[in-house]
């Protein structure tokens, strides 16, 4: 995948954000060494961060990988439970789920409107 990072100046301005995993905690997600899956794309001229279809075709241009979708659709409140179960990557439990509109949008209160949600099994993995 890095190498496919060099086709950035196919993007110029566009900053990608992405989450490392691996041998990078105590969660390996069947590892030996560490990747990266891809979550966000911000426009550096424009000051803003792309709408998510619009990432999704800039990470499938440059052939990375993003992190999982594991829903799409309209918010309900028993989509909670998504939080937890099996990893869609690995034999381990699940870190939780972001939740974020396909459409940007900012909330005076809030700011970006994107949420995250840590999977209870994560937060208590190691008897805490």
Known sequence: ELANLNRLEEFPGIALYGEV????????YGLDGIAVRFFDAYD???????DHDDFLTITSRLGLETVPQLYRGPWA?????????????????????????????????CGRVILKMIGEDYL????A
């Open 21 to 28: 995993y691996g041998r990078v905690q105590d969660l390996r």
């Open 44 to 50: 550096t001229e424009g000051g803003r961060y792309f």
């Open 77 to 109: 409140d028993d989509l909670r439970s998504l939080a937890q179960g099996k990893s869609t990557l690995a034999a381990h439990c699940r870190e939780g789920f972001v939740v974020k509109p396909v459409k940007e949008r900012w909330d005076h209160k």
């Open 124 to 127: 208590l993995r190691k008897g």
